[in-house]
């Protein structure tokens, strides 16, 4: 029985530093949505200041990172299977989870609204669907799904059509930068176009690096700790003076480096990326953790029902079985939002319910799960009866 999949993914011929690479930054995700889930349900965290401060520490780079790998494999995309069908991928792999996860977390949230405090928020409704695609910032977290999907595709077309090369696309996406700059600054609202503006150039990046960065070559000087100690320190020094600003009573809270010193917080995403990819060449190269990389191949499902799993895991664990020791708490809620995704996606490959994540079935994948469910019944069906 193999329930998270683990001996088909770590038998795939994958980058392995791009799976650890996405699993580190999955995990820093979760922390932070496990504090957003359990703040203002009766938690009492301000006992235990040191929780905050590590997510903040910590806020930074997690999602610029995601646009940065998804760009360095952009190119090789688009060589071997040409625009119409990276976009078709796009709308399989992204915009489809998107729609699907997201109609049934906001389907929870107004059903939930009928029955707490939610009923005066009146942006739980059905328009809120709607903005999944016109302004996901206010739907949560599927800004990020978004945002990915319209970056891809935007990206795709002018690298195909127009012929727009890396670093003509990276100089665009810092025009595009300065644009969301200013959109934050001065409190405006695009809509979905403020974060396509403003993680453009971390998806233009990562295509710029990618003939290094996935030259097999190369892996020896990326996992070396000569560049390891230096971007440590000098990350520790950038996180500890953006993190004391964060920390400063604002109505932007994490987001006031982002929104308000924008070309700062650019500064503090890229040391953050360069020293977590530095940090996954070392793993990758040790072969330490290798759950990690598990946790990565899966970064996209767990992250379409993260925050659904956690708010179940909020009632069960601190409703229903009253455990009110905040440290526990976090650590069963972060957990959950980490596994039980996991384990959620592979049930769904084993039993035919794929379609919940892609409209294209993953053959090989729903073969091996399928082939190991198959091998668990002959076996339980040749035990001698008792």
């Not at 405090?117 to 709607?130: A, C, E, F, N």
């Not at 910032?137 to 800004?143: A, Q």
């Not at 999907?149 to 003509?168: D, E, T």
């Not at 190269?285 to 767990?302: A, D, M, N």
Request: include cysteine; charge should be positive.
């Amino acid at each position: 029985m193999d329930p998270f999949n683990s001996k088909f993914i770590l038998n795939e011929k994958r980058w392995l530093w791009i799976d650890y690479d996405k699993g580190i930054s999955i995990l820093l995700v979760g922390y932070g949505h496990a504090l957003a889930t359990l703040q203002g349900h009766g938690l009492d965290l301000s006992s235990y200041p040191f929780f905050n401060y590590i997510g903040t520490f910590f806020y930074g780079f997690r999602m610029p990172l995601f646009f940065i790998v998804s760009g360095l494999l952009v190119g090789r995309s688009l060589n071997k299977k040409g625009l119409g069908n990276y976009i078709s991928n796009r709308t399989n792999n992204i915009l489809y989870p998107l729609l699907v996860w997201g109609i049934i977390e906001i389907t929870f949230q107004i059903i939930a609204a009928r029955f707490t405090q939610l009923t005066i928020d009146h942006r739980v409704g059905p328009s809120k669907y709607l903005k999944l695609l016109t302004d996901p910032r206010d739907t949560g977290h599927f800004w990020y799904l978004n945002a990915l999907f319209c970056i891809g595709v935007i990206y795709a077309f002018l690298r195909s059509v127009f012929k727009l090369k890396p670093w003509l696309q990276v100089i665009l996406g810092l025009i595009l930068f300065s644009i969301s700059a200013y959109i934050h600054i001065n409190d405006l609202s695009a809509g979905f176009l403020t974060d396509v503006f403003g993680y453009y150039i971390f998806f233009a990046l990562g295509d710029l690096i990618s003939t290094v960065m996935l030259d097999e070559k190369n892996i020896q000087r990326f996992s070396s700790w000569k560049i390891f100690v230096p971007l440590l320190v000098l990350f520790l020094i950038i996180q500890y003076y953006f993190t004391e600003i964060n920390l400063r009573p604002s109505a932007h809270g994490n987001n006031f480096v982002e929104r308000k010193m924008p070309f700062f917080f650019l500064i503090e995403a890229l040391v953050g990326c360069a020293i977590s990819i530095n940090f996954s060449f070392l793993l990758q190269k040790h072969q330490l953790f290798t759950w990690i990389r598990i946790v990565g191949y899966h970064s996209l499902f767990i992250y379409c029902m993260q925050m659904i799993v956690m708010n179940f895991a909020r009632i069960f664990f601190g409703s229903i079985l009253h455990i009110g020791h905040a440290p526990t708490l976090i650590l069963l809620v972060w957990s959950s939002g980490i596994v039980l995704p996991v384990f959620f996606y592979n049930f769904c490959l084993k039993y035919n319910l794929w379609w919940l994540y892609t409209f294209r079935k993953p053959k090989r994948e729903v073969e091996y799960m399928q082939s190991t469910r198959g091998v668990r019944l002959e076996l339980s069906s040749n035990k001698n009866p008792i």
